[in-house]
T-cell receptor, first 113, second 109 residues
Framework: TQLLEQSPQFLSIQEGENLTVYCNSSSVFSSLQWYRQEPGEGPVLLVTVVTGGEVKKLKRLTFQFGDARKDSSLHITAAQPGDTGLYLC?????????????FGKGTKLSVIP | GAGVSQSPSNKVTEKGKDVELRCDPISGHTALYWYRQRLGQGLEFLIYFQGNSAPDKSGLPSDRFSAERTGESVSTLTIQRTQQEDSAVYLCATGYEAFFGQGTRLTVV
């Protein structure tokens, strides 16, 4: 069983601050996804990273996939209240063609105005 | 449809009753997942369907839980003899990048 650990579990910051959340595993993934979930909604896909060392930017969000494809980070610059939500990472294992996703427990981010 | 559709959006049931939750996938998506999310918690994997392959049922918490899907069609998650601890949001996602529905909020009273 592949496990993804996310840290920190909870994060409360002031508007305008920067933050980084982490997603770590001892397993190698073929790809890794990041999602944001707002209260009462299903998770929404933010980005998929597939290549070791890959960096993707989405406005103020920067996603990095580790060289060994075992870990990933999400950095938010100048956080805004609209960034509040549960951030989930999910690793895909394409072994045997299954593409089954494994989710971490999430980081709950609160950005205080 | 354009997105993953789940029904009902909310379900209140009495302890001991059976419930059936439905997921309409995005057309063409062969992968389909069911997850459970308790209040304020992360996602708990329940079951994974991949086309016509045998589903991965390793996340189902007890034999009261079952799910069906034929090919790339609708999936149903059935919970028999519901218990209060079954209260949660049940989320369905389809496709390799997991596009989620809005979920079904189940409350067992």
């Amino acid at each position: 069983t592949q496990l993804l650990e996310q840290s920190p579990q909870f994060l409360s910051i002031q508007e305008g601050e920067n933050l980084t959340v982490y997603c770590n595993s001892s397993s190698v993934f073929s790809s890794l996804q990041w999602y944001r979930q707002e209260p009462g909604e299903g998770p929404v896909l933010l980005v998929t990273v597939v290549t070791g060392g890959e960096v993707k930017k989405l406005k103020r969000l920067t996603f990095q996939f580790g060289d060994a494809r075992k870990d990933s980070s999400l950095h938010i610059t100048a956080a805004q209240p609209g960034d509040t939500g549960l951030y989930l990472c999910a690793g895909a294992d394409s072994g045997a063609g299954s593409y089954q996703l494994t989710f971490g427990k999430g980081t709950k981010l609160s950005v205080i105005p | 449809g354009a997105g993953v559709s789940q029904s009902p959006s909310n379900k209140v049931t009495e302890k001991g009753k059976d419930v059936e939750l439905r997921c309409d996938p995005i057309s063409g998506h062969t992968a389909l997942y069911w997850y459970r999310q308790r209040l304020g918690q992360g996602l708990e994997f329940l079951i994974y369907f991949q086309g016509n392959s045998a589903p991965d049922k390793s996340g189902l918490p007890s034999d009261r839980f079952s799910a069906e899907r034929t090919g790339e069609s609708v999936s149903t998650l059935t919970i028999q003899r519901t218990q209060q601890e079954d209260s949660a949001v049940y989320l369905c996602a389809t496709g390799y990048e997991a596009f989620f529905g809005q979920g079904t909020r189940l409350t067992v009273v």
